[in-house]
T-cell receptor, first 113, second 114 residues
Framework: GNSVTQMEGPVTLSEEAFLTINCTYT??????LFWYVQYPGEGLQLLLK?????DKGSNKGFEATYRKETTSFHLEKGSVQVSDSAVYFC????????????FGKGTLLTVNP | EAGVAQSPRYKIIEKRQSVAFWCNPI?????LYWYQQILGQGPKLLIQ????????DSQLPKDRFSAERLKGVDSTLKIQPAKLEDSAVYLC????????????FGPGTRLTVL
């Protein structure tokens, strides 16, 4: 079956530090890959996605590249801000017409000023 | 554009009681999902509707959980009777079938079973 493994949190960084959150996956076929973010007290929202190998998703300074050879989709940001403090979820959709998402456990990021 | 609405936001009940959650998806979205998010874990799909038909309910504990989406718009999820292990956040999401894979999530209902 499909699965997503994220690095264990919590992650605590100082403002302007470099961020990497690792994500690897197991899936049949050719999945689409996603990063969702959940700010305190809010619902999950899509941060970025990539639908095929070597695609790079980007948004709000965050980037992730779909690496089929390593089955990875690591999230990076060059300079984090306090406002980036949230829980980040890696997810995959193995395709077909059902658009069914499988999520990782989430990584809590805290950015201190 | 209004987002996905859920109510209540919080609910505390005793075990063996029943509870119901409501979701109103984004207008025009054909697909509706209910997820269970236990503390420290990612969301787990419980049931998926396409309009008012069930597409996937393979992970719904059908002995105690039920869901419906009358008229293909809003939806209710019910638990009867509740168990301690049902304590979680219940998330509703919707998606327009033509947009590909993005799902839009509501704020969730936090259920505590005592």
């Amino acid at each position: 079956g499909n699965s997503v493994t994220q690095m264990e949190g919590p992650v605590t960084l100082s403002e302007e530090a470099f961020l990497t959150i690792n994500c690897t996956y197991t899936a049949t076929g050719y999945p689409s890959l996603f990063w969702y973010v959940q700010y305190p007290g809010e619902g999950l929202q899509l941060l970025l996605k990539a639908t095929k190998a070597d695609d790079k998703g980007s948004n709000k300074g965050f980037e992730a590249t779909y690496r089929k050879e390593t089955t990875s989709f690591h999230l990076e940001k060059g300079s984090v801000q306090v406002s980036d403090s949230a829980v980040y979820f890696c997810a995959l959709d193995s395709g077909g017409s059902n658009y069914k998402l499988t999520f990782g456990k989430g990584t809590l990021l805290t950015v201190n000023p | 554009e209004a987002g996905v609405a859920q109510s209540p936001r919080y609910k505390i009940i005793e075990k063996r009681q029943s509870v119901a959650f409501w979701c109103n998806p984004i207008s025009g979205h054909a697909t509706l999902y209910w997820y269970q998010q236990i503390l420290g874990q990612g969301p787990k799909l419980l049931i998926q509707f396409q309009n008012n038909g069930v597409v996937d309910d393979s992970q719904l504990p059908k002995d105690r959980f039920s869901a419906e989406r009358l008229k293909g718009v809003d939806s209710t999820l019910k638990i009867q009777p509740a168990k301690l292990e049902d304590s979680a956040v219940y998330l509703c999401a919707s998606s327009p079938r033509t947009s590909g894979n993005e799902q839009f999530f509501g704020p969730g209902t936090r259920l505590t079973v005592l």
